[in-house]
């Protein structure tokens, strides 16, 4: 297995441009999580789903960000409009479906916005 | 409010030494305690995990020791190699709360370096 799969590795972006980061997680798995990581606040879990069905998105930190998980095998994450402070590495992560402390996370994108 | 704290931040250990990273919570509805290790680059990988009705677990040179009391946990790594050089994250989740998986509430981290 090729593990969880996120697109872009890095982007970088203008403040106001939309940004869309892409994840599809791994085969079998029915739970998939996005977490966001800075050096301020650490790894910050930002929302979940749950067979495609979002359960808990308490912290995605604005009304601009957005996630969604159209089929059991691909999830976007998406912000508009950037802002620097949305600068962070972001990680998708996948489980079974009682066992989201057992995650395996992808690579990250790292996104810069100027 | 910062459920899991984690210390120190960071940690020099030589070659062979004990690597220990220490971690409490708050929230008692937690059943799952998972360390997380990242590298530079790369995402954070499960190392070794424990449930609250053990004590310790041991994994290797990885071992957890777990304090439901004192609602503490924390990691001894023995023998600590350069290679073990990472980033350590603690966490914690709720994995029998029904319906289904709960996300993860990491520790702040710890950086590791082994000095040859």
């Known amino acids: 297995d090729a593990g969880v799969i996120q697109s872009p590795r890095h982007e970088v972006t203008e403040m106001g441009q939309e940004v869309t980061l892409r994840c599809k997680p791994i085969s079998g798995h029915n739970s998939l999580f996005w977490y966001r990581q800075t050096m301020m606040r650490g790894l910050e879990l930002l929302i979940y789903f749950n067979n495609n069905v979002p359960i808990d998105d308490s912290g995605m930190p604005e009304d601009r960000f957005s996630a969604k998980m159209p089929n059991a095998s691909f999830s976007t994450l998406k912000i508009q409009p950037s802002e620097p402070r ?16 057992e995650a395996f996370f992808g690579q990250g994108t790292r996104l810069t916005v100027v | 409010q910062q459920q899991v704290k984690q210390s120190p931040q960071s940690l020099i250990v030589q070659k062979g030494g004990i690597s220990i990273i220490n971690c409490a919570y708050e929230n008692t509805a937690f059943d799952y305690f998972p360390w997380y290790q990242q590298f530079p680059g790369k995402g954070p990988a499960l190392l070794i995990a424990i449930r609250p009705d053990v004590s310790e677990k041991k994994e290797g040179r990885f071992t957890i020791s777990f304090n439901k009391s004192a609602k503490q946990f924390s990691l001894h790594i023995m023998d600590s190699q350069p290679g073990d050089s990472a980033t350590y994250f603690c966490a914690a989740s709720s994995e029998y709360s029904g319906g289904g ?3 993860l509430t990491f520790g702040k981290g710890t950086h590791l370096i082994i000095q040859p």
């Not at chain 1, 949305?86 to 402390?101: M, P």
């Open chain 2, 101 to 103: 998986a709960d996300g």
């Open chain 1, 86 to 101: 949305d600068s962070a590495v972001y990680f998708c992560a996948s489980s079974f479906l009682d066992r989201g402390g």
